[in-house]
């Protein structure tokens, strides 16, 4: 998400300050697009909490799928040993941390299904009549009990 060589000469504290207003800023960005009328489909791991509660605020009243993405940790581990440009172990510290909200509109498993067959099962998810969806409901669960946690974030614009 950042230049490599400026992250690097951070110092750790630092580092997680850049990628808290840059993750912060990629959410406006995204909200941004979305208030102007564009699709859009995002890839991002909410390790956070903080994140996940600002992206509910932020792109309130907009139509949100929310996608659960999932992988075994071995699998996943073997990826990023394969891939050989990230840092072992980041993979793990993720992998405890994103589903942790624990709702989807949609689950699909890239161990088992091809990137197409994933894409079937999301599309098909869209084709089907929809009452409630996972971003409404998680809203209603974590944004009452938190008051003013996300100052301005519903202003910032929607998706």
Known sequence: MRARPPTLRLRPEQLELVLERTVLGFHRAVAGMAAAGNPILVDHVLREPSWLLDCLALFAGGDVVFVGVHCPLAELERRERARGDRELGR?????????RHGSYDVEVDTSTSSPHACAVEILDFLARPVTSRAFDQLRKAHLPACPGALEGGAAAGQE
């Open 91 to 99: 993979v793990a510290y993720h992998f405890a941390r994103v589903h």
